[in-house]
């Protein structure tokens, strides 16, 4: 696995990911031949879980999930009223994109958890898009971006977004900046939001503004009021889940209080999996990279599919099975799968309903 640069990450949840990957079989076992079909497994059914130490349980949720953070600061881009403002109006403005019609907002639709719930998204002018859109909520938790995990912060996001053809499709920084200085509402809010700077209005501020926008976007759930002391805050299956969870070592990958997020890892670690996308390795050009991902994170995932790189699978069910197989080698029965997906359901809160009204654009 790589693991993040994220210095957040902490010991205790090193020591967890040093443990289990003993139990996954490290990067072994995936060969290199991807296209073929996961094998279904055989053998004996899985025990019952054992009776549920709450107390314990508990305990062992917060050292390697933790709650999900207040807010996101951040040294290098420090937040203030006016940037997000700013940010949340960049973030809805469809004339930053090629043909005026595509905003961030177009495919990371705040309505509907910061997805547009389609398997790929075609971007301006029919230019396909290879790969299903991830959730900008909760996204500045994460370490890596994208699923290739080509970039680490939302600022880097942003700004990539703003010209790849496959999203805003603007031909360069230049061509941002001059729908910018086309608009007289920006200027105040510009200088508003980077005060003291000379030229505020420069394409580095821009992805800055987008970004200090997307981490105000947290939506913290039941877990989290079970991660931070409240026992009754989930019950029966979903405690079940939760256990299952640790049991079966998912925390080999999915961790720290985006429940992922935080590493790259190989799809098909265990059995091959069917696809032609070799991921992280198209950014590195190191064959060893071939077939790595970025961990999703299971943040609000119960309302976010279709699910995988590539958007082809659509049942949250038959992600949890096929992820049991192909990454743990183990095959979860239905009342695994159903105890799994009622513990997915807590990690579900609620987005803000005024950040999904339509917004004014600015003259």
Not at 179 to 204: C, M, N, W
Request: charged share 20%.
């Amino acid at each position: 696995m790589i693991q993040s640069p994220n210095h957040s990450v902490s010991f205790i949840a090193a020591a967890v990911l040093t443990l289990s990957v003993a139990s996954c079989g490290g990067d072994e076992g995936g060969g290199a031949n991807n296209s073929a079909s996961p094998t279904p497994k055989t053998g004996p059914a899985t025990p019952a879980p054992q009776r549920i130490d709450i107390e314990d349980l508990l305990q062992q949720a917060k050292g390697i999930f933790g709650p999900l953070p207040d807010r996101i600061p951040s040294e290098d881009n420090p937040n203030n009223i006016s940037k997000g403002v700013l940010g949340r109006l960049l973030f809805n403005d469809p004339r930053l994109s090629k043909d005026g019609k595509f905003s961030c907002a177009t495919c990371h639709d705040l309505g509907n958890y910061g997805v547009d719930g389609k398997v790929t998204t075609d971007g301006p002018g029919g230019h396909p898009g290879r790969r299903n859109v991830p959730t900008v909520i909760n996204a500045a938790v994460q370490s890596f971006l994208y699923w290739d995990a080509r970039v680490t912060t939302v600022e880097e996001q942003a700004g990539i977004a703003l010209l790849n053809p496959a999203e805003m499709g603007m031909a360069d920084e230049a061509s941002v900046m001059a729908v910018i200085e086309s608009i007289d509402g920006y200027k105040h809010l510009f200088k508003s939001a980077f005060r003291g700077e000379d030229q505020p209005r420069t394409f580095a501020n821009v992805a800055k503004a987008i970004a200090a926008f997307e981490r105000s976007l947290l939506t913290p759930s039941r877990f989290d009021s079970f991660v931070s002391g409240k026992k009754n805050a989930l019950r029966g299956n979903e405690l079940t889940g939760l256990k299952l969870f640790l049991d079966a070592q998912c925390i080999t990958c999915h961790i720290l209080p985006a429940i992922g997020g935080t590493m790259i890892q190989k799809l098909g670690n265990q059995r091959p999996y069917p696809t032609e996308d070799k991921g992280y390795g198209e950014i590195t050009k190191n064959e060893a990279d071939n077939y790595f991902f970025k961990v999703p994170q299971l943040r609000n995932v119960t309302e976010t599919g279709p699910y995988m790189h590539d958007g082809s699978i659509d049942s949250l069910s038959e992600i949890v099975r096929i992820m049991g197989d192909v990454q743990l080698s183990r095959e979860f029965n239905d009342e695994e799968v159903a105890a799994l997906v009622a513990f997915m359901g807590t990690l579900t809160g609620k987005v803000d309903p005024k950040l999904a009204e339509s917004i004014e654009l600015m003259k």
